[in-house]
């Protein structure tokens, strides 16, 4: 069964071809890995997942359904989460209201109920503590949950904003460099973590990473990107060995 | 833990306010509070209620808005309309005032809708600067708007040369805005009991939002735009309500605003930008999106001008350095450090009362 479809998905900005004729099929609880030199497209191609950008032509089937054309939000409803390669995290807000926000539509209540204090308030308030301790607990964050988030170290910084999006409750969910910044053992800890969450949760996850050590260890398939266009595609082992590839990775 | 914290700050913000009505209310009593500071009252509570909703949308939502007294113009002439209208309909003054009040509010939501679809897709300087023009719009348009009600309903006009001739009045008919002259002979129904009254409405309105799913999305929009879409946030639907609220809450305002004065002129700088810099300053001096700093701020800098009338032609000049000095004391590093120490060494005297005083000198830094 296949989570994600991607055919023909093309963009331009003026004479240059971001993204050209980009096909991807993920299947169900996958890990997929996409890489590629700097500038090769590939966070432009989360860009057009997300709904950031407009393709010009193809389609982005998500569990057999279009979003091709949606917005941000309407995507995320459809069940698309990402994180960002530059940390996006609401920096005021506590750690535990980051994932708040991020419950903000799977469990509420109305304005009223809210400005007015009413039991409806108490309850779903509780139970989204609840929920979002849970998830900063599978993130090992717990402890951390009164903190300010920009106060948090930055690998920390990273998995919060993976709990966030985890929060959204989606059935695929990009991660847009996760190891970048990161130290060898925050590296290792990281692959722990992103296997653990697809596992626990059961979830489709499609990365971007340069960090070749965790590409290789705990991508599946991988597709490489380079100048927009796909390079290879396929078993991450196989791939990773293509000539091809190391060229245009470390030149000729 | 985050949770009982917010609660206490909350609870302290609002026995702030209660304290203060009951010493003015006891200095009233015995006659102690000179006349002077009477009148200040009901004024007070006006730009308390108009600081606090700014806040909500500078420092809450991160949007400047600076016609912020545009929309206290559309409350206070709309109440006042309804009041003088309603006169002899409704005999009660306190409820009539309520309707007023609530009239009122409606009145500047609506207007804030208005305004708030076209220019909510603008961002930072683009939206200050269309503010800034709807409230000058908003007060040149009531310059000339004249207003009257006979047996046939009710009459306007925009002909400022025709004056009140314009409505084309029946013998029966009254006018009640007369141009640039404005409304006189609105109920004086309100007081400082009412005032602080829609301040507390005015805080549990604004902190309860703040501290509810929609205020942690709101925040989230301020904090980053781009990752609060990413998580299915509605950015136009939020801006769009704080906005409204803000609003409302600025409506409300200025029905106290119209029914505390015999008469209600656009004239003078009550609902120009200089009065919406004004709310601005107390916004920025009191710590944007502090809503206790907003209360003090606006007491203080409220009184501050008046009380230096002795100066005479000096006065601005000090008020001026006084903001000054406020910006330094609140926002230097060196003094947030001094501050700090100080907030230290009370704790270090007396125990663990003085938490709540270094949480808050933790929010400013």
Not at chain 2, 240 to 269: Q, R
Request: charged share 15%; proline share 2%; net charge positive.
């Amino acid at each position: 069964m296949n989570m994600l479809e991607v055919s023909h998905l093309s963009i331009s900005f003026g004479g240059l071809k971001a993204v050209n004729d980009l096909n991807i099929t993920i299947k169900k609880g996958q890990l997929y890995g996409l890489i590629g030199p700097n500038g090769a497209g590939k966070t432009t191609a989360f860009n057009l997942l997300t709904g950031v950008y407009k393709a010009d032509t193809g389609s982005i089937l998500l569990d057999g359904k279009n979003i091709a054309g949606m917005n941000t939000i309407s995507i995320n409803k459809a069940g698309i989460a990402r994180t960002f390669q530059n940390i996006r995290l609401f920096k005021e807000l506590s750690v535990l209201d980051n994932v708040k926000v991020g419950l903000h539509n799977q469990m509420g209540y109305s304005t009223i109920e809210g400005i007015l204090r009413l039991p409806r308030y108490f309850k779903i308030e509780k139970q989204m503590n609840e929920k979002a301790l849970e998830l900063l607990d599978v993130m090992g964050l717990k402890d951390c949950a009164g903190f300010t988030a920009a106060n948090l170290p930055y690998g920390k910084q990273r998995k919060l904003e993976i709990a966030r999006a985890l929060a959204t409750n989606p059935k695929l969910l990009l991660l847009d460099e996760p190891a970048a910044g990161m130290n060898p053992n925050e590296t290792e800890e990281l692959m722990e973590t992103i296997r653990f969450v697809r596992d626990k949760f059961d979830m489709t996850i499609l990365l971007i990473e340069h960090d070749m050590r965790l590409v290789g260890g705990i991508c599946e398939e991988i597709t490489v990107l380079n100048f927009g266009q796909v390079l290879a595609q396929g078993v991450t082992s196989e791939v990773l060995n293509d000539p091809r590839v190391i060229t245009a990775y470390l030149g000729e | 833990m985050n949770k009982k914290k917010t609660l206490i700050n909350n609870l302290v913000t609002y026995g702030i306010v209660i304290i203060g009505y009951a010493v003015m209310m006891i200095l009233q009593l015995t006659g102690s509070l000179s006349s002077s500071m009477k009148g200040f009252l009901v004024p007070i509570c006006i730009y308390v209620i108009m600081a606090v909703s700014l806040n909500l949308v500078v420092g809450i939502l991160g949007e400047l808005s600076l016609g912020h007294a545009g929309f206290m113009c559309v409350g206070a002439y709309s109440s006042a309309v309804f009041s003088c209208a309603a006169q002899e309909l409704i005999t009660s003054a306190p409820l009539r005032f309520g309707i007023a009040i609530l009239v009122g509010a409606a009145a500047a939501a609506v207007f804030g809708i208005i305004i708030g679809i076209p220019v909510l897709r603008l961002k930072g300087d683009y939206l200050a600067i269309v503010t800034l023009a709807f409230g000058e719009i908003i007060k040149n348009i009531v310059n000339i708007i004249y207003l009257g009600v006979d047996s046939n309903g009710l009459h306007i006009s925009f002909d400022a040369s025709a004056g009140t001739a314009g409505l084309g009045l029946l013998e029966d008919g009254r006018v009640i805005i007369k141009g640039a002259q404005g409304i006189s002979g609105t109920p004086q129904d309100a007081n400082f009991t009412i005032g602080i009254v829609l301040v507390l409405i005015t805080l549990i309105i604004v902190l309860n939002l703040i501290n509810s799913r929609d205020g942690r999305a709101i925040m989230s929009i301020r904090d980053n735009r781009i990752a609060a879409e990413s998580i299915g946030i509605n950015i136009t639907k939020y801006k769009l309500m704080v906005f409204t609220i803000s609003a409302a809450l600025a409506g409300a305002a200025g029905a106290l605003y119209s029914h505390n004065f015999a008469t209600l002129t656009p004239a003078g700088d009550k609902f120009n930008y200089n009065a919406s810099i004004m709310i601005l300053v107390y916004v920025v001096l009191g710590g944007i999106g502090n809503i206790r700093g907003s209360i003090i701020a606006a007491v203080i800098l409220y009184v501050l001008p008046e009380k230096l009338r002795f100066l005479r032609d000096y006065r601005m000049l000090v008020y001026a350095v006084v903001l000054i000095l406020v910006m330094l004391f609140n926002w230097s590093p060196k003094m947030i450090e001094w501050r700090k120490s100080v907030a230290a060494k009370f704790k270090a005297k007396f125990g663990r009362k003085k938490t709540a005083n270094e949480a808050e000198g933790g929010a400013q830094s």
